[in-house]
Structure formats: structure tokens, C-alpha cells
Nanobody, 122 residues
């Protein structure tokens, strides 16, 4: 069973920074894709950034040049460094993973964390 646990959300002033972390637990050998989605109140969940196991990244246009996703494959952990936070960035940020290999078995997923809230306010 794969579990994703996020941390690092909170309240920050406009222009500030936060770093989110997400650790995958379980007997995991590899994870193809890890990333972050976000969902603002009344809105659909949307992609923020994803990171493949081989190093490719993809960002939503709205966060490009402000957010940086990184990952530690050995620790099955993904990070999201969020800089220059704007009033339109507040949302619950969800960790996401798919393509998990555990004890020799491939699980397509997707898997989701419970989310961590990010609030931007002065």
C-alpha cells in the first residue's frame, strides 16, 4: 500500500516563499511520476508541477518561473519550492504519484496525499 504524506503548507505573505514536501511510504522500489496538484475553493484540481523519475519536469503556466519541483528518488520524496507567492496561489496542494513499483509489482495508480493548505495573505 502506497501512502503519500505532505508537509510544509501554511500562511505566507504575498511575495513570500514556502517549501512543500511529500514522502511516499511503503515497500517502494521506484515511482515513475511524482508531482503536485492544487485545488482552490470552488475550483477543479489542477496540475501545478510534475517530475518524472528520469528528471523531466512540467509546470503549469501560472507557476512557471516561480515554483521549482525537485525529487529525491532514493527517499521517494518530492518537493515544491514556491517563491513569489501571489494572491491567486492559495489552494490545497495535493501530492500525486503514479507508476509505482513495489516488491516487484507495478501499480499504475494514481495515488494522492490528503493535501496541505497554502494561504497567501497580508
Amino acid at each position: 500500500q502506497v501512502q503519500l504524506v505532505e508537509s510544509g503548507g501554511g500562511l505566507v505573505q504575498p511575495g513570500g516563499s514556502l517549501r512543500l514536501s511529500c514522502a511516499a511510504s511503503g515497500s517502494i522500489s521506484s515511482i515513475n511520476v511524482m508531482g503536485w496538484y492544487r485545488q482552490a475553493p470552488g475550483e477543479e484540481r489542477e496540475l501545478a508541477a510534475i517530475h518524472t523519475r528520469t528528471g523531466s519536469t512540467n509546470y503549469a503556466d501560472s507557476v512557471k518561473d516561480r515554483f521549482t519541483i525537485s525529487r529525491d528518488n532514493d527517499k521517494n520524496t518530492v518537493y515544491l519550492q514556491m517563491n513569489s507567492l501571489k494572491p491567486e496561489d492559495p489552494a490545497v496542494y495535493y501530492c500525486h504519484a503514479n507508476g509505482v513499483t513495489s516488491m516487484g509489482v507495478f501499480y499504475a495508480g494514481p495515488y494522492w496525499g490528503r493535501g496541505t493548505p497554502v494561504t497567501v495573505s497580508s
